[in-house]
Nanobody, 125 residues
């Protein structure tokens, strides 16, 4: 079992920045493929960023490319999402997700084995 705990959400003005953290426990962190998803009211959950176990491979949703950066510190069992130039459209609950093995459909939420409880990000205009 893997436990994931997100932190770092909050209220920020448009153009501002936030850094989300996701602390993992219960399994060798470096073997986990990690992603950040978000879900806005009345919308489906969507993947915003993905990182491989080693951290050498990342991918982003087009709408956040150039603004968001996913990274991980395997020594600290933590994955991060640095969010810059935030827009009101980024307002959502952000979730950390993990899976044990590679899956080419890493952008789909139903391939993930473990989820955090979510952290609210609100961007005011």
């Amino acid at each position: 079992q893997v436990q994931l705990v997100e932190s770092g959400g909050g209220l920020v003005q448009a153009g501002g920045s936030l850094r989300l953290s996701c602390a993992a426990s219960g399994r060798t962190f470096g073997t986990l493929y990690m992603a950040w998803f978000r879900q806005a009211p009345r919308k489906e959950r969507e993947c915003v960023a993905f990182v491989s176990g080693s951290g050498t491979s990342t991918d982003y949703q087009n709408s956040v490319k150039g603004r968001f950066t996913i990274s991980r510190d395997n020594a600290k069992n933590t994955v991060y999402l640095q969010m810059n130039s935030l827009e009101p459209e980024d307002t959502a609950v952000y979730y950390c997700a993990a899976r044990n093995a590679w899956n080419p459909s890493y952008y789909l939420d139903d391939v993930y084995d473990y989820w955090g409880q979510g952290t609210q990000v609100t961007v005011s205009s």
